[in-house]
């Protein structure tokens, strides 16, 4: 991963007009998060966008949304969206409605994951362990199996592999 200032620093060297993120391996969701903080702790202007195989518009809107307020943070399923996104963002007679409208959007779904976790029984450690399975190994022997050790296949076809 790149390291957040380096993706910053080079947006404003460059006076960037959207900075996009793209996540490929989970731990790059929390690097995001942290971006978006980074961007507000530096009073940043610039809109967000957010894509790559392991995001989601509910992270956005829960997780990325919210640490960043100065400017619109934007969910782009694939590549091919991002050209209608970033135009939205820049048009100044359709940002504002289309901003509001995704704000308006994530905090919606951001009030549905709230109220589902509230919803969510959960037991306590206790409870859980009582509900264990329960396996009773002394009550069973397993079967014995037929060879124990190393052997060495050589010469075999392939077609008898499969």
């Avoid at 060297?13 to 490929?24: H, P, R």
């Avoid at 949304?65 to 963002?89: C, F, K």
């Avoid at 009550?139 to 014995?144: C, D, E, N, S, V």
Wanted: some cysteine; proline content about 6%.
């Amino acid at each position: 991963m790149c390291p957040c200032e380096n993706i910053l620093d080079k947006a404003i060297e460059v006076g960037a007009d959207v900075i996009g993120l793209s996540g490929l391996i989970t731990p790059s969701l929390d690097e995001m998060v942290t971006v978006a903080k980074e961007m507000q702790r530096r009073n940043m202007k610039v809109p967000l966008l957010i894509g790559g195989a392991t995001t989601s518009r509910m992270h956005t809107a829960v997780k990325i949304e919210p640490m960043y307020p100065n400017a619109p943070v934007m969910h782009v399923l694939d590549a091919s969206r991002a050209v209608a996104v970033v135009s939205s963002l820049l048009d100044d007679d359709l940002k504002d409605d289309f901003s509001a409208e995704t704000r308006e959007l994530y905090e919606e779904m951001r009030e549905e994951h709230y109220a589902s976790l509230e919803e969510r029984k959960f037991k306590s450690l206790v409870q859980a362990r009582d509900m264990q399975m329960r396996v009773d190994w002394k009550g069973r022997t397993p079967p014995k199996p037929s060879f124990i050790g190393k052997r060495k296949y050589a010469n075999v076809p392939l077609e008898d592999l499969l």
